[in-house]
C-alpha cells in the first residue's frame, strides 16, 4: 500500500489549496479515505473522510463549509480541496486508509497559511 500526497505550500490567508493523494497496492473503490492533519506537539485530527463510492463525506467542524472531499476511482485518488485558509489551517496533512487489517498513512504534504 502507497499513498503519495502532494499539493501542499504556502497561501496566504483567505487563499486556496488542493491537496491530491495517489493511491497504490490495494482496490482503492473498495476504502473508505480519510484525510487528517497535525501540528507540532498536538494528536493528528481527522479533517474529512470520503466512503468508497463518494457518496457519503464529512468534516470536522472546523473546516465545515472551506474544505470539500472528492475522489476519484478511475485514477486512485483523493482531493482535498481547501478554502478560505486560515492560519490555524497550516498543518502537515495525511492521506490515511485502513485495509488489510491496518493502517496507512501517506508521508504527508505541509500547509503553510501566512501573509
Not at 52 to 81: C, E, H, P, W
Not at 83 to 102: H, I, M
Amino acid at each position: 500500500v502507497q499513498l503519495v500526497e502532494s499539493g501542499g505550500g504556502l497561501v496566504q490567508p483567505g487563499g486556496s489549496l488542493r491537496l491530491s493523494c495517489a493511491a497504490s497496492g490495494f482496490a482503492f473503490s473498495n476504502y473508505d479515505m480519510r484525510w487528517y492533519r497535525q501540528v507540532p506537539g498536538k494528536a493528528r485530527e481527522l479533517v474529512a473522510s470520503i466512503t468508497s463510492s463518494g457518496g457519503i463525506t464529512n468534516f470536522a467542524d472546523s473546516v465545515k463549509g472551506r474544505f470539500t472531499i472528492s475522489r476519484d476511482n478511475a485514477k486512485n485518488t483523493v482531493s482535498l480541496q481547501m478554502n478560505s485558509l486560515k492560519p490555524e489551517d497550516a498543518a502537515v496533512y495525511y492521506c490515511y486508509v485502513r485495509c488489510f487489517g491496518r493502517d496507512y498513512w501517506g508521508q504527508g504534504t505541509q500547509v503553510t497559511v501566512s501573509s
